[in-house]
C-alpha cells in the first residue's frame, strides 16, 4: 500500500507563488509515478504535472507549462509542486497521485492508484 499526504495549500494573490508538497510512504515499487491533479468546484479533474521518479522525466499540462515545477526529493519520499505566475483559475483543491505501470509518462488519471486527501489552493485577482 501507499499512503500520500499533501501539504502547502493556502490562499495567495494573481501573480504569487505557492509550493505543495506530497509525502509519500509504503511499497516504493507502487508509486513509480507520481502526479498532481487538481479539481475545481463544478469542472472535472485535470491533470498538472507528472514525474516518472527514477530518471526525474517530468510531464507538464499546456495549462502550468513554464509556470508550475514538478520535482521528486526520493531520499525525503516527497514531490513538490513548485507554482508560480499563479493566476486566478489555478484556484482549485490539488491532489497527490501514485502509480506504477510500463509505459510512458501520463496524466490518465486511471493510471493512478493511490492518492491523497488534497490540498486547498487559492488564488485571487
Known amino acids: 500500500q501507499v499512503q500520500l499526504v499533501e501539504s502547502g495549500g493556502g490562499s495567495v494573490q494573481a501573480g504569487g507563488s505557492l509550493r505543495l508538497s506530497c509525502a509519500a510512504s509504503g511499497d516504493t515499487n507502487r508509486r513509480n509515478f507520481m502526479a498532481w491533479f487538481r479539481q475545481a468546484p463544478g469542472k472535472e479533474r485535470e491533470g498538472v504535472a507528472s514525474?516518472?521518479?527514477?530518471?526525474?522525466?517530468?510531464y507538464y499540462a499546456a495549462s502550468v507549462k513554464g509556470r508550475f515545477t514538478i520535482s521528486a526529493e526520493n531520499a525525503k519520499n516527497t514531490v513538490y509542486l513548485q507554482m508560480n505566475s499563479l493566476k486566478p483559475e489555478d484556484t482549485a483543491m490539488y491532489y497527490c497521485?501514485?502509480?506504477?505501470?510500463?509505459?510512458?509518462?501520463?496524466?490518465?488519471?486511471?493510471?493512478?492508484?493511490?492518492w491523497g486527501q488534497g490540498t486547498q489552493v487559492t488564488v485571487s485577482s
Open positions: 497521485a501514485a502509480g506504477s505501470w510500463y509505459g510512458s509518462i501520463s496524466l490518465d488519471s486511471r493510471k493512478y492508484t493511490y
Open positions: 514525474i516518472y521518479t527514477g530518471t526525474s522525466l517530468t
